[in-house]
């Protein structure tokens, strides 16, 4: 079967599970994660839906209760395009081409690319769109269809950048927004290209300023979540559903194990889910990208691009590595460089 007919195949059978879950939410949330399992190919997919399973088994878990409001609260077309981009070409098509490359040639793929375009040593260099969109092509050729911005206040170009992203619909975006940034031109355009996944930066500004971009997101239809560096987690997921503020759907939170609650008690991201008591999903942001390339490949790859074309390379055993520039190499080449493969075998993923 070809890569198109089964991408047509499981696009239709998505479609029909969403409208399964707007007419009858409790059988259509348990059939649409049926139809996942049944259309899984890798060791991760088939583990993701089994976990699945158990989460919303009962109509009083938060997770039924997050896979219902997502359902009800995301456009349609927006949520079948992100999820057949991020399920099917990253995490299916994308894994295989990722294995088959690292098998033959003995370096490590990132699933997801991190383009963190903030300003470093008082630098204002801003990467151009040229660059982003050869990264993009490159990066898509070797498997990697997952890409995260991170972008600062007052971003200057944001609209070459949405450009660039709407040349490349294949693929699933997330963009790390400052809450300033997210006004109604930007919101409106996200909704439009359908692939990105608008997280706000709840750690910038003022709460009234971050309530309204995620009020401003949701309001639209769009695929958002909120994210931050310092603040405990449990705390920040407390807080929301004490104020009653617009909830996201995920929370990203950086490096859990370096924050600390004030009741001294565990901040794993693992048992916050597992007593989870809001429908938001949260994600250990680099932990949770290391483990599912570990089980789409045999070792975690994270590959930073900066805003003045740097590049960083980390990988599982602390080894870490860099210096190289994508201005002047390609993105196979740093790969080779600075991600070398320690065995040449895969498991199924």
């Given at each position: 079967?070809?890569d198109k007919?089964?991408?047509a195949?499981?696009?239709?059978a998505v479609?029909?599970?969403?409208r399964?879950?707007?007419a009858?939410?409790?059988?259509g949330?348990r ?9 899984a190919?890798?060791r991760f997919?088939k583990d993701f ?5 158990q989460?919303?088994?009962?109509p ?9 409001r997502?359902?009800r609260?995301v456009?349609?077309d927006?949520?079948?395009t992100?999820?057949m981009n991020l399920g099917?070409n990253s995490?299916t ?6 294995r088959?490359?690292e098998d033959?040639?003995g370096?490590n ?5 991190v383009?963190?375009?903030?300003p470093?040593d008082?630098?204002a260099?801003v990467l151009?769109?040229g660059?982003?969109a ?11 269809y997952?890409?995260?911005?991170f972008?600062p206040?007052g971003y200057?170009a944001m609209?070459e ?6 040349a490349?619909p ?10 300033a940034?997210a006004?109604?031109a930007?919101?409106q355009k ?5 692939t990105?996944f ?21 309001e639209?239809r769009c ?5 931050t ?5 449990v705390?920040?997921l ?13 929370f990203f939170l950086w ?7 004030e009741d001294g008690?565990?901040i794993r991201v ?7 008591r809001?429908?938001?999903?949260p994600v ?11 089980n789409?490949?045999s070792?975690a790859?994270l590959?930073t ?7 960083a390379?980390t990988q599982?055993?602390g080894?870490?590595a860099?210096?190289l520039?994508i201005?002047?190499t390609p993105?196979r ?15 199924g993923g």
């Amino acid at each position: 079967m070809t890569d198109k007919l089964s991408y047509a195949i499981i696009r239709s059978a998505v479609e029909k599970g969403i409208r399964d879950i707007q007419a009858d939410p409790g059988r259509g949330v348990r059939g649409l994660i049926d139809l996942g399992e049944m259309f899984a190919i890798g060791r991760f997919q088939k583990d993701f839906f089994q976990v699945a399973q158990q989460m919303v088994d009962s109509p009083d878990s938060c997770y039924y209760q997050l896979v219902d409001r997502t359902v009800r609260s995301v456009d349609k077309d927006l949520l079948v395009t992100f999820g057949m981009n991020l399920g099917y070409n990253s995490w299916t098509r994308g894994a295989s081409l990722i294995r088959e490359t690292e098998d033959r040639e003995g370096f490590n793929i990132p699933w997801m690319m991190v383009l963190d375009l903030l300003p470093g040593d008082g630098s204002a260099q801003v990467l151009p769109a040229g660059e982003i969109a050869r990264v993009l092509r490159e990066g898509r050729a070797l498997g990697t269809y997952c890409y995260c911005f991170f972008l600062p206040e007052g971003y200057p170009a944001m609209e070459e950048l949405l450009s660039v992203l709407g040349a490349e619909p294949d693929c699933a975006f997330v963009l790390f927004l400052p809450p300033a940034l997210a006004d109604e031109a930007l919101v409106q355009k996200i909704h439009r290209l359908g692939t990105i996944f608008a997280a706000v930066d709840l750690d910038a500004g003022q709460p009234e300023e971050t309530r309204r971009a995620t009020r401003l997101l949701l309001e639209h239809r769009c695929l958002c979540g909120g994210f931050t560096r310092r603040a405990d987690l449990v705390r920040a997921l407390d807080s929301v559903r004490e104020e009653e503020a617009p909830l996201p759907f995920l929370f990203f939170l950086w490096e859990a194990s370096g924050h600390t609650p004030e009741d001294g008690g565990d901040i794993r991201v693992e048992k916050i889910r597992e007593q989870l008591r809001v429908p938001v999903f949260p994600v250990d942001f680099y932990e949770d990208i290391a483990h599912i390339d570990r089980n789409i490949s045999s070792e975690a790859c994270l590959i930073t691009i900066r805003s003045d074309g740097r590049v960083a390379a980390t990988q599982d055993g602390g080894r870490a590595a860099g210096g190289l520039n994508i201005y002047t190499t390609p993105l196979r080449d740093i790969l080779k460089s600075t991600a070398p493969k320690r065995g040449r075998s895969t498991p199924g993923g």
